[in-house]
């Protein structure tokens, strides 16, 4: 893939074939990872785990897409920022 800088008020689209019924994760980090944010998520994926470990159908029918595998994306997504900005620290403190 080719970069290149776009001019003020300039868009680029890039087509993009995105199966139907398949999970799209767009990440954007602009800092560093919250711990808050971090702790928030754990309690959500401990809840959808309580509830599928429940056997309840009705609270199980209840969980959304977003329960299931957003949850679980973004944990991914935020653990592999963390590692990338600890790693460019440490890298920055040896140079």
């Known amino acids: 893939m080719r970069c290149h800088k776009l001019k003020e008020n300039e868009s680029e689209n890039r087509p ?11 990440a954007v ?3 560093s990872v ?3 944010r971090l702790q928030q998520l754990q309690a ?15 609270l199980i029918g209840a969980l959304s897409r977003e329960d ?9 997504m935020l653990g592999y920022y963390g590692q990338v900005i600890a790693f460019s620290a440490l890298t920055a403190q040896q140079q």
């Not at 993009?16 to 767009?26: H, K, M, R, T, Y």
């Not at 299931?68 to 991914?76: K, M, P």
């Open 29 to 31: 980090v602009g800092g």
């Open 16 to 26: 993009s074939d995105v199966i139907a019924g398949s999970f799209l994760n767009v």
């Open 44 to 58: 959500a994926l401990q809840q959808t785990q309580a509830t599928l470990q429940s056997n309840d159908t009705a």
């Open 34 to 36: 919250s711990p808050v």
């Open 68 to 76: 299931l595998l957003g949850d679980i994306f973004y944990a991914g």
